[in-house]
């Protein structure tokens, strides 16, 4: 069974940073893409940022495209979402995600973490 936990989140001024951690089980974690999302209060969940089970291909939504990067570390079996330049619309519940192929994408993914809080204060 594959579980994901992810951690980092908190409460940061406008212009700060945070860095986002999502711990996977399982032996298969660097053949599978995975995904960092988000979802707002009265929102719809979104991309936010994917990389393959390789690492060498990643994709981000435009909205955080220069001041998000996404990486995984296959020895430790995490995934890390890198968040600079900080926004009050970057406000949300951090999900990390799991594919079921390797290649990178927005949709597709089967395996869910429980979230993480990111509050960005004015």
């Known amino acids: 069974q594959v579980q994901l936990v992810e951690s980092g989140g908190g409460l940061v001024q406008a212009g700060g940073s945070l860095r986002l951690s999502c711990s996977a089980s399982?032996?298969?974690?660097?053949?599978?893409?995975m995904g960092w999302f988000r979802q707002a209060p009265g929102k719809e969940r979104e991309f936010v940022a994917g990389i393959s089970g390789g690492g060498g291909t990643t994709s981000y939504a435009d909205s955080v495209k220069g001041r998000f990067a996404i990486s995984k570390d296959t020895g430790k079996n995490t995934v890390y979402l890198k968040m600079n330049s900080l926004k009050p619309e970057d406000t949300a519940v951090y999900y990390c995600?799991?594919?079921?192929?390797?290649?990178?994408?927005?949709?597709?993914?089967?395996?869910w973490g429980q979230g993480t809080q990111v509050t960005v204060s004015l």
């Open positions: 995600a799991r594919k079921t192929t390797a290649v990178v994408g927005t949709s597709g993914y089967a395996y």
């Open positions: 399982g032996r298969t974690f660097s053949i599978f893409a």
